[in-house]
């Protein structure tokens, strides 16, 4: 058996979990064990032995990127194709069975799926509709507790009112679900909850799918909140015959903030009554020392099932720590190491930058696109955040759906169109008395704001019927057009990446058309009530043989299927599809990846550990599973760094180095920098002064390495009158972000030299000049 391919490079263990008989099954195991390659196997090799068919599995995972990465491995294994296979993240997949049966599940075809930007202000709305106040039910806090509720399976109604706060908290949730609904949107909480009840509640269905999926596959399912668990029960109860098979390392669950329960790893062996739970503890990941490293940090934990972890690898390279004197040196450094990594012949894609907060991100991000290194940032919706690419979405989801009020209210005055805030008060009191959408209640509204409404709203139902039948890419550029947003930003003054942004949302249309198979000339179809796309939903009832297959019942027109995708997918769109760009991530979404380099940037006091979790023991152990993550995501290199000061949030902080440097092992460190308290010298800090010496940025890069100057006397910052310093972002009107290079002079004399990228280098007054720092 041995001689399988498939099964010819796994270890004994990893054979049996591969080869087990269709039972449950739970595989718990430390990084890099080989658990998603157990699991990507097996499904390959059931396959191949014909114990189930492409369409009898359904493999669950939390990342877009690991779910992408589960199906190449796949098709790397088996010439099978995975398109139709119900592979995906929790979120992806009730996305997909919600399309499947959208009717059932009360929805209108072209749903939207609301992003965590919308859904705040669609809370803010309601806030506002009901005149409570913003301070006592703060919008961000209120979304949370709407979530959380369904993530707990709640509706308003089974939600206890323990006191007057709840009882508002009710009632902001109840309105909001009524707004959802008028307006054909659900949030990602409603996808999962949505699911849930559907199949919960309609037996045919039910049954339908647990006939369907004989094997089910949990990838991170330490990581499964409670309505996770619930949803996959629905899918593959106890006792129901199916193969559920779940894999996880309690050892890396990092969701307890939000709700997910190791205890789910405890009840699913208990309720699924689990006879083969299988340990693996051999890693083939990361050489010895980034393995020493990992292995002593979790040491640190208390709350442990506890596993071993070895490797056969050697020691490797030691693990490199660096201290910085600011964040933009940092940036400096992690720009100049990377640069020297692909020199050696490291591919860009193989080099992650993992950083605690997406706030991080930007110091970093600037450093690598004005030194030309494509990069690409992951989890954070980058791209489909950025408020130009908002708007044009939200164009393109009334021309799909009139009846989007989030989308209404964002462009109903964008461009402008002497539509005030007075007017859209009106329509909101005619709509809500009404009970109807904005879109339907715009007659309501007399005058000269009433005309211009009525004229919006004719402007997007002639886009609707320009644009009908033409391609994904007709679409969006005629939108463009015909909406007034390319000249809107064609005349303003930092219009041109705006405008650049747009185009690259075309881009983004075309690539996610070729990739999903749309075809250039696919026609839209028709989405109204009567269109073909209806046919497979309106299937007469549901007896059990007459559900409508999820693939072939999923019908959704390319500009439907493009919106969902922009809702659904972390904005890939930095760096062009294909190209070879450093990978930019919080440690958060890096969970299950591994790349030949990583960068752990940031490691602080109060930033990783993070503030928020210093004061309690269960989220310092969890921050220390979020380190124990970041840290085994490395093959063959692992770099960790600090930065004396730091900007974030409008703030310079003034940073201790992260504890975790303490309760890691000392023999696998190579300290770069001296260690040392204080504002030291040090590599980092020479370079830094290599740079603010005049060398510039542009100069540096492809200039190779600096050669390192003898350190200057220590400089203790004080803080100038003018409050800035060198390294410091800095804004100026005129000429955009530019980073301090040169301070001289005091008071009303002080000048600073000012590196403004795309204008070059300048001198300014600061008596005059405007320079405002930039978080
Ligand atoms: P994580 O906990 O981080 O999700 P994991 O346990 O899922 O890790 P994998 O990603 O499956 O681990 O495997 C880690 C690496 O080790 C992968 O590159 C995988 O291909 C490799 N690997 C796993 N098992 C073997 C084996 N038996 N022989 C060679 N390489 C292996
Ligand atoms: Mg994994």
Same mark, same amino acid.
């Given at each position: 058996m041995h001689d399988d391919p498939l099964l010819r490079n796994l270890n004994p263990e990893q054979h049996a979990a591969v080869t087990l008989p269709a039972v449950p099954a739970l595989i718990l195991a430390g990084a890099g064990s080989g658990k998603t390659r157990v699991l990507t196997t097996r499904i390959a090799w059931l396959l191949q032995q014909g114990h189930?068919?492409?369409?009898?599995v359904m493999a669950v995972t939390f990342t877009n990127k690991a779910a992408k990465e589960m199906l190449t491995r796949l098709s790397a294994m088996l010439p099978v194709s995975v398109r139709g296979m119900w592979i995906g993240t929790f979120h992806g997949l009730c996305n997909r069975f919600l399309r499947a049966h959208w009717k059932l599940a009360g929805l209108p075809q072209s749903f939207q799926i609301l992003d965590s930007g919308d859904q705040l202000s669609a809370v803010k709305r309601i806030i506002k509709a009901k005149n409570l106040d913003e301070e006592r039910f703060v919008p961000k806090q209120v979304t949370w507790f709407i979530a959380g509720s369904k993530e707990e399976g709640l509706r308003p109604r089974d939600v206890e009112l323990r006191d007057a706060q709840t009882a508002k908290l009710v009632e902001i949730y109840e309105a909001y679900e009524e707004q959802c609904a008028r307006e054909g949107v659900v949030d990602f909480a409603e996808l999962m909850l949505r699911t849930y009840e559907l199949m919960r509640d309609n037996d045919p269905l039910r049954e339908h799918y647990q006939r369907r999926f004989t094997h089910v596959m949990v990838d991170e399912f330490q990581d499964t909140n409670r309505l996770q668990y619930a949803w996959m029960k629905m899918f593959a109860p106890p006792g129901r015959g199916q193969s559920v098979f779940a894999v996880g390392d309690d050892d890396q669950s990092i969701y307890a903030f939000r709700g997910a329960q190791v205890g789910n790893m405890a009840d699913f062996e208990r309720e699924y009554h689990v006879e083969h739970v299988i340990k693996l503890e051999q890693n083939y990941r990361s050489f010895g020392n980034i393995l020493d490293a990992a292995n002593e940090l979790i040491g640190h934990n208390s709350r442990r099932l506890g596993k071993n972890l070895r490797t056969?690898?050697?020691?490797?390279e030691p693990v490199r720590v660096v201290e910085s004197t600011s964040d933009f040196g940092e940036a400096q450094w992690v720009l100049e190491e990377i640069q020297q990594l692909h020199r050696g012949g490291i591919d860009r894609k193989e080099i992650a930058l993992l950083y605690r907060?997406?706030?991080?991100?930007r110091v970093i991000e600037s450093a690598l696109f004005n030194a030309g290194i494509p990069y690409r940032v992951y989890g954070g919706l980058r791209f489909f955040e950025r408020a130009e690419v908002k708007h044009a979405l939200a164009y393109l989801r009334l021309i799909e759906n009139p009846n989007d009020d989030t989308s209404f209210l964002r462009v109903v005055n964008f461009p402008a169109r002497g539509i005030g805030a007075r007017t859209i008060e009106q329509l909101q009191d005619a709509a809500r008395s009404s009970g109807r959408s904005l879109h339907q209640s715009v007659g309501a509204v007399a005058g000269k704001g009433g005309a211009n409404l009525a004229a919006f709203v004719a402007l997007v139902d002639a886009m609707r019927e320009r644009t009908h039948g033409l391609t994904l890419r007709e679409i969006i550029e005629q939108m463009l057009q015909a909406s007034g947003l390319l000249d809107f930003y064609r005349t303003e003054k930092e219009g041109q990446d705006r405008i650049e942004n747009l185009e690259e949302l075309v881009n983004a249309a075309e690539a996610f058309v070729t990739q999903e198979g749309f075809g250039k000339d696919a026609v839209a179809l028709p989405? !109204?009530?009567?269109?073909?796309?209806t046919l497979a939903n309106d299937a007469p009832a549901p007896a059990a043989d007459r559900v409508p297959d999820a693939e072939t019942g999923e019908i959704m027109s390319p500009l439907a299927a493009f919106l969902t995708h922009a809702s659904l997918e972390?904005? !890939?769109?930095?760096?062009?599809?294909g190209q070879d760009a450093v990978q930019l991530m919080t440690v958060h979404s890096a969970k299950g990846l591994e790349f030949d380099a990583v960068f752990i940037t940031g490691l602080e006091e109060g930033l990783f550990p993070h503030e928020n979790a210093l004061s309690d023991s269960d989220g310092l152990e969890e921050e220390r599973r979020l380190m124990y993550v970041a840290i085994t995501r490395a093959r063959q290199r692992l770099y960790l760094s600090f930065s004396q000061t730091r900007m974030l949030h409008g703030q310079t902080r003034y940073n201790v180095k992260s504890r975790f440097f303490d309760e890691l092992p000392e023999h696998a460190l190579k300290w770069?920098?001296?260690?040392?308290?204080?504002f030291g010298s040090g590599y980092a800090r020479e370079y830094q002064q290599a740079w603010q010496r005049g060398a510039g940025m542009g100069s540096m890069v492809g200039a190779g390495r600096i050669e390192p100057r003898p350190a200057a006397p220590a400089l203790v910052p004080k803080a100038p009158s003018h409050g800035l310093r060198t390294g410091q972002a800095v804004f100026h009107t005129k000429f955009g972000e530019g980073v301090v290079l040169t301070l001289e002079g005091q008071g009303d004399d002080a000048r600073a030299q000012v590196n403004f990228g795309r204008h070059g280098m300048k001198w300014l007054a600061l008596s005059v000049a405007k320079l405002t720092p930039v978080e």
């Open positions: 189930m068919s492409p369409g009898g056969e690898a050697g020691p490797g907060s997406n706030a991080q991100s989405v !109204d009530e009567h269109g073909p796309g972390a904005g !890939d769109n930095q760096a062009q599809a770069l920098t001296p260690r040392q308290q204080g």
